[in-house]
T-cell receptor
C-alpha cells in the first residue's frame, strides 16, 4: 500500500502484560514518529527516528516505553508492564527527509485498551 | 512552556464559511500545520504556513501571524463530509521535526 501501515489496529490486553505495536512507513520516508492520542487530549509526541541518527526519545513517558527501527524502515513500539493509563490510540507518522514544510503522513493507529 | 489553544467544538451550516482559530506559545517556531481527522481515522495533512499571510488551497485557506502567535483555518462552501476534528500543530524546529499539537476542534456541519 501507499500509506503508513500500523498493526494491530486494535489491541486489548491485561494490566501488567507487554505489548508490541508495529509501524510500516511509506517507502522512501527516512523520518518516522510515534505519537499517542488519549481521549480529549491532543496528539502527544513520543519518539522520532531520522535515518541513522540517534533517535529523539524525549517524549517517552517512562522507561516502560521503548522503540526501535530496524533497517531504517519498520518500527516497533514496545510497552512493558502495561498500566491502565497507557490506554490510548498510538499513531505512527513518516515523512521525507526534513525540509521546510514537509508534512508528516499518519497511519490509522493502534487502539490500545488495558483492562 | 508550550501551549496551543483551539476551540473544543464548533457548529456550522452546510454551504456556509467557518473559521477555526489557533493560538500558540512555543519555545521555538518553524512552521504551523493543519490536519483533518475523521473519527477513527488517521489525521490527514491540509495546509502549512511558515511565513505570515494567507495560503489558499481550494475550499481551504490557512492564515498565519507569527508576531501574534495566531493562525486560522478557513473552510468555505461547507459540505457534510467536512464534519471532523481539525488539528493545529506547531513545529518548534531544532534537531527534531516533532509537532506540538493542540487538542483539536470538533466541527459539526449541519444541513
Amino acid at each position: 500500500g501507499a500509506g503508513v501501515s500500523q498493526s494491530p489496529s486494535n489491541k486489548v490486553t491485561e494490566k501488567g502484560k507487554d505489548v508490541e505495536l508495529r509501524c510500516d512507513p511509506i517507502s522512501g520516508h527516512t523520518a518516522l514518529y510515534w505519537y499517542r492520542q488519549s481521549l480529549g487530549q491532543g496528539l502527544e509526541f513520543l519518539i522520532y527516528f531520522q535515518g541513522n541518527s540517534a533517535p529523539d526519545k524525549s517524549g517517552l513517558p517512562s522507561d516502560r516505553f521503548s522503540a526501535e527501527r530496524t533497517g531504517g524502515s519498520v518500527s516497533t513500539l514496545t510497552i512493558q508492564r502495561t498500566q491502565q493509563e497507557d490506554s490510548a490510540v498510538y499513531l505512527c507518522a513518516s515523512s521525507l527527509p526534513d525540509r521546510v514544510g514537509q508534512p508528516q503522513h499518519f497511519g490509522d493507529g493502534t487502539r490500545l485498551s488495558i483492562l | 512552556g508550550q501551549n496551543i489553544d483551539q476551540p473544543t467544538e464548533m457548529t456550522a451550516t452546510e454551504g456556509a464559511i467557518v473559521q477555526i482559530n489557533c493560538t500558540y506559545q512555543t519555545s521555538g517556531f518553524n512552521g504551523l500545520f493543519w490536519y483533518q481527522q475523521h473519527a477513527g481515522e488517521a489525521p490527514t495533512f491540509l495546509s502549512y504556513n511558515v511565513l505570515d499571510g494567507l495560503e489558499e488551497k481550494g475550499r481551504f485557506s490557512s492564515f498565519l501571524s507569527r508576531s501574534k502567535g495566531y493562525s486560522y483555518l478557513l473552510l468555505k462552501e461547507l459540505q457534510m463530509k467536512d464534519s471532523a476534528s481539525y488539528l493545529c500543530a506547531v513545529r518548534e524546529g531544532g534537531a527534531t521535526n516533532k509537532l506540538i499539537f493542540g487538542t483539536g476542534t470538533l466541527l459539526a456541519v449541519q444541513p
